[in-house]
């Protein structure tokens, strides 16, 4: 489902946009520092500060999660549904990594940190125009 | 409750985006050009390019609700505003040019930072077609990251 050419706009170099869904249709959307490959179907969402959005995803399951691939600058629109949240384990811990080192790279030491990861399967992958 | 401040983040290099849902809660991201304010304190005008602006412009047929991301490329200030759509239109030759003329604001500055060819490939998005939402502003919220994330400020 998740194509090999996706995975460099899951460095966190560009971030990206989550857009969820609350119990009386109204949309939310919001940056999310960091989504994380977990394998072929399912990618992670940082929980730093995405409180609506994860009263929302809690709710309703689903996201549209808009990434940026860093070198050619096209668009890749991913629909989701919210699988599990996880606050410790070995994904836990490679997503906390990676997160201290987009940290560092924009100077948000002091602000990000991470809360849990919110796995979500992949139901569809779209790939937009450039810009 | 659209302040001044709110209104120079709209004429700035910007990153502009809107959130949509149809009534099965099919949530759907759109990226847009443009946002103006109106004389109106609590009324925004969002422009919506007809390059992927399609199925955003069908759910807002069956549910007006929008939520609007505006984040400054010049310093990462965020804000999310969420409204009632309140009518669609498509846009007027003035209004596709003032579109295009608001996108190329951006499209200069993304060349600066990102290098020539990101800044003719941004301009060779310009649209020639497109629509005009007016929104009816509900909730204002910062979102840019750090402590004031999350919080309503109207």
């Known amino acids: 489902m998740i194509p090999d050419s996706l995975k460099n706009s ?21 940056i999310v520092s960091q989504v994380f490959y977990v394998d072929e179907n399912h990618v992670a969402i940082s929980n730093q500060f995405l409180s609506k959005t ?23 629109i ?11 384990g070995s994904l836990f811990d490679d997503m906390n990594m990676q997160l201290e080192a987009i940290a560092s790279m924009t100077g948000m030491q002091d602000v990000f ?18 810009a | 409750m659209i ?12 990153s502009f985006a809107i959130g949509t849902t149809d009534l099965h809660k099919n949530p759907r991201f759109t ?7 109106t004389e109106n304190e609590d009324e925004i005008i969002l422009m919506v390019s007809e390059i992927n602006g399609l199925k955003a412009i069908d759910q807002l047929k069956v549910n007006p609700k929008i939520a609007v991301s505006c984040n400054s490329q010049l310093d990462d200030t ?14 007027n030759a ?17 060349g600066e930072m990102m290098g020539p060819d990101f800044g003719v490939s941004y301009g060779k998005m310009m649209s020639e077609n497109g629509w005009k939402l007016n929104v009816k502003v509900l909730e204002i919220y910062n979102q840019t990251p750090g402590k004031m994330a999350g919080k309503r400020i109207s």
């Open chain 1, 54 to 76: 994860i009263r929302n995803l809690t709710a309703t399951k689903r996201a549209a999660i808009q990434l940026i691939d860093p070198i050619e600058i096209f668009m890749w």
């Open chain 1, 10 to 30: 899951l460095d966190g170099a560009i971030p990206s946009m989550i857009v969820s869904v609350d119990e009386n249709d109204m949309p939310n959307v919001t």
């Open chain 2, 3 to 14: 302040t001044d401040e709110l209104k120079k983040q709209f004429e700035i290099p910007g």
């Open chain 1, 78 to 88: 991913l629909q989701v549904e919210f699988i599990r949240e996880e606050k410790e």
């Open chain 2, 94 to 110: 003035s209004e596709i040019e003032a579109m295009n003329t608001r996108k190329s604001i951006t499209a200069k500055w993304a």
């Open chain 1, 113 to 130: 940190k991470l809360k849990s990861a919110f796995v979500c399967r992949v139901h569809s992958v779209e790939k937009l125009p450039k």
């Open chain 2, 78 to 91: 965020t804000y999310q505003f969420k409204g009632i759509v309140t009518a669609v239109a498509e846009l």
């Open chain 2, 31 to 37: 990226r847009i050009p443009a946002i103006f304010a």
